[in-house]
């Protein structure tokens, strides 16, 4: 998996939060699939999805941010963004199994229930690639009890063995998804340990995510007052706010299209892709802690240590991030 750079996606559920994972993971050039119970009931599903997905797309380009990653704006429908590769689009599929086929990732979008989140997992297993990740956003059911309530649907009570424990991992988009690239991940111990993470950051690192590793988990487990402060906390942290959220927006748009022109261009580049002059992550604290690599002075000493706990990646060009001492 991880040597691959396009990864089939499928997204269940596009509905508000849906529609821009849906959108960001076409930007990002992965085959997408789509279910979503509503579209599936019109007419002409995929006209519908469309139109939805373009709208947004619509909504990126009067922002300017096609413009700056060098992508053309959707014509007719029919979305192209560069014209010498064929079109994206994303497959409006009746089923959860269909959308799921051949996935090597399952993004769950819908309503917030142990029942919904377990049938779209366990329907999703049986068409996905064999250990593909089951990425759930919630925030407010613990990752074991969905990981438990799948694993049980799946066996129907008989013990499953270890390739077939069905991998559900915390995995939140932070708002407003497009261009944004940062991503919250929550696992069990278990998890944090195992091939899981690794698995699951090499996928984030091609997409160029930083990734927060949370232990929501815990505050989940023991719902005491402090704990639910800290869940109010990590909602409000998933939202960025309008000025911020545009700012890395339009760092991040310049340094795709720069990206695409190849690692020379980035390493000349990237200076200017990125003017802040505060810590690329957090766009608050003073910038610190230089990367061997590449030189970039962009991030605050709790950011650093966020990287180094994630993907290890410099979030101002994608090196390899390493700590100068
Ligand atoms: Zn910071
Ligand atoms: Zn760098």
Do not use: Y
Not at 167 to 174: A, I, S, T, Y
Not at 242 to 260: D, G, N
């Amino acid at each position: 998996m991880a040597e691959e750079d396009t990864f089939n996606v499928a997204v269940i559920g596009a509905g508000f939060l849906g529609a821009r994972i849906i959108t960001e993971m076409l930007l990002l050039g992965n085959k997408v699939a789509v279910f979503d119970q509503n579209i599936a009931k019109q007419r002409d599903p995929q006209t519908a999805l469309n139109e939805v997905i373009g709208g947004l797309l619509m909504e990126c380009d009067r922002q300017g941010l096609l413009g700056l990653a060098e992508m053309v704006p959707p014509k007719g429908g029919k979305w192209t963004p560069f014209s010498s590769e064929p079109p994206r689009q994303a497959k409006a599929c009746s089923s959860v199994a269909e959308a799921s086929r051949n996935a090597h990732i399952i993004l769950e979008a819908v309503p917030d229930k142990l029942e919904i989140k377990t049938k779209v997992f366990s329907e999703a297993v049986s068409t996905a690639r064999p250990g593909a990740i089951l990425a759930t956003n919630t925030l407010s059911i613990p990752l074991k009890n969905i990981q438990q309530a799948v694993a049980s649907e799946i066996a129907g009570g008989s013990p499953l063995p270890a390739a077939l424990r069905p991998r559900v991992m915390g995995l939140r988009f932070l708002s407003p998804v497009v261009f944004i690239p940062f991503v919250e991940v929550t696992l069990s111990a278990e998890q944090e340990k195992g091939v899981d993470k690794e698995d699951l950051t090499s996928m984030l690192r091609k997409w160029g995510k930083a990734c927060f590793i949370c232990d929501i988990q815990g505050a989940v487990d023991n719902a005491d007052q402090d704990k639910i402060d800290f869940i109010r906390v990590a909602r409000e942290r998933l939202r960025l706010d309008t000025s911020t959220a545009q700012r890395r927006q339009v760092a991040e748009a310049k340094l795709r299209a720069a990206i695409r022109m190849g690692p020379e261009v980035v390493r000349t580049a990237s200076a200017d892709l990125f003017t802040e002059t505060k810590c690329c992550i957090c766009l608050d604290a003073k910038p610190t802690v230089p990367s061997m690599l590449c030189g970039h002075v962009a991030l605050c000493e709790d950011c650093a240590g966020v990287v180094e706990s994630g993907t290890k990646q410099c979030p101002m060009c994608r090196e390899r991030f390493v700590r100068r001492m």
